[in-house]
């Protein structure tokens, strides 16, 4: 099991916030890119990460958006669409949407419309 399944969400969230706002995109973009991807609403989000709710727990209790498949390319040399466990896979899909958002990607290619 990997140490990633098992770290809050709520202890990673900031780096992401940071990730993003270093080049100009918004916490609100990225709420909405975690958001579509998981299927929780602004306020179920909120709630997960004040509950320090782990990768694990935080994936099982989402409905993965059924677009989520169209997630190609590679996070830290691998290729997402490669990664045989689904949590991992998950977890990398987030990441891949995250790193999207950062580059300047416009949010209707990010959300896969």
Same mark, same amino acid.
């Given at each position: 099991m990997s140490r990633i399944f098992t770290t809050s969400v709520n202890s990673v969230y900031p780096h992401y916030v940071n990730k993003v706002e270093r080049k100009g995109r918004t916490?609100? +973009? =990225?709420?909405?890119?975690?958001?579509?991807? @998981?299927?929780?609403?602004?306020? +179920? =989000?909120?709630?997960?990460?004040?509950?320090? @709710?782990?990768?694990?727990?935080?994936?099982?209790?989402?409905t993965l958006?059924?677009?989520?498949?169209?997630?190609?390319g590679t996070i830290c040399?691998?290729?997402?669409?490669?990664?045989?466990?689904?949590?991992?896979?998950k977890i990398r899909y987030l990441d891949k949407l995250v790193d999207e958002l950062a580059k300047g990607r416009p949010m209707e290619k990010i959300l896969r419309g």
């Open positions: 916490t609100k +973009e =990225l709420d909405q890119v975690i958001c579509w991807l @998981t299927g929780y609403s602004a306020t +179920e =989000l909120k709630r997960k990460l004040t509950s320090e @709710t782990n990768f694990e727990n935080f994936f099982a209790a989402a958006n059924p677009n989520a498949s169209l997630i190609t040399g691998v290729r997402v669409q490669d990664i045989e466990d689904p949590l991992m896979q």
